[in-house]
């Protein structure tokens, strides 16, 4: 089992970034694709961003590309949430979660490990 701890969350004007960081113990995630979800407050959480083992490939919800880049380091067992241009819809909590494989993916069920999320706040 891998245990994720996101950090980086926070307060921010709109048209401000933020970074989100998830790091891994435990059983790495080394050969599995990792993605990024959110929820914000009385909605379903939503797929965000997903990247693959190599870093080769990835994938965006179209409400954020082009503003949020998904990156990660496997020496260090983190993955990465780069979120510029910020508005104030993409206030939620941010989690990361594993896939079951080395793959990218947008469904939620492709994924079977979570962390506890880290609070963004985009104040407008």
């Known amino acids: 089992q891998v245990q994720l701890v996101e950090s980086g969350g926070g307060l921010v004007q709109a048209g401000g970034s933020l970074r989100l960081s998830c790091a891994a113990s435990g059983r790495t995630f080394s050969r599995y694709g990792m993605g990024w979800f959110r929820q914000a407050p009385g909605k379903e959480r939503e797929f965000v961003a997903t990247i693959a083992w190599s870093g080769s490939s990835s994938d965006y919800a179209d409400s954020v590309k082009g503003r949020f880049t998904i990156s990660r380091d496997n020496a260090k067992n983190t993955v990465y949430l780069q979120m510029n241009s910020l508005k104030p819809e993409d206030t939620a909590v941010y989690y990361c979660?594993?896939?079951?494989?080395?793959?990218?993916?947008?469904?939620?069920?492709?994924?079977?490990?979570w962390g506890q999320g880290t609070q963004v706040t985009v104040s407008s």
């Open positions: 979660a594993r896939a079951m494989g080395d793959y990218i993916a947008r469904r939620q069920v492709a994924y079977d490990s």
